[in-house]
């Protein structure tokens, strides 16, 4: 008789066992059946909702950027009017690396935004663009600091403004309209 009461308790125990490791399996199965449901249902990211992040990074940075640029201008101006001294060619060096630092910022704040179901080439670009115009400041900085930088207001401006206008036209091809005037030119 306890050897009957030893068999049913194993017989339970293997039973419970199975359904248990049965359960498990179902349960998993409904898991990664709804990770699927939810993958394939998801709606993609639209490019009438990049634009509107892009627009928020944009005004972010705008007044910021146009600030340092017009100070940048100044600075150079200034180093033409005033002979080229030193002093004034690191005032300049400073505020062009702040032009440039900005250009980042707002390069990365753009970066960050997830990239759409299309315009994806389109977007690629004027990341590449704003890389551009944030190096071409920067290296302008470099060389306004170097003291090497011998050229004039327009010199300085033309090194800013090849990149930057690039980066305006990828802006207005992607109809992101807080950012048409970013980086400035002129």
């Known amino acids: 008789m306890a050897e009957d009461q030893e068999s049913d308790n194993d017989n339970r125990g293997r039973i419970s066992k199975h359904v248990g490791w049965w359960i498990g399996v179902i349960a998993g199965l409904a898991g990664i059946a709804g990770l699927i449901f939810t993958i394939s249902t998801r709606e993609q990211f639209t490019v009438k909702e990049w634009r509107q992040q892009a ?80 190096y ?26 090849g990149p930057a206008v690039k980066v305006q036209q990828g802006f207005r091809k992607l109809d992101v309209s807080h950012c048409s005037g970013l980086p400035p030119s002129g």
Not at 68 to 75: G, N, Q, S, V
Not at 91 to 104: D, I, M, N, R, S
């Open 55 to 134: 627009n928020a990074a944009c005004n972010n940075v705008n007044t910021d950027l146009l600030d340092k640029w017009a100070r940048a201008t100044t600075a150079v101006y200034t180093l033409e009017e005033g002979g080229y001294q030193s002093a004034d060619y690191q005032t300049a060096a400073f505020a062009w690396q702040a032009v440039g630092k900005t250009e980042e910022k707002l390069t990365s704040e753009i970066g960050k935004i997830e990239m759409p179901n299309s315009h994806e080439e389109d977007i690629s670009r004027l990341l590449e663009d704003l890389n551009a115009a944030s």
């Open 136 to 161: 071409a400041d920067a290296m302008l900085a470099v060389d306004l600091g170097k003291e090497v930088f011998t050229g004039d207001s327009k010199d300085a401006k033309d090194r800013h403004n």
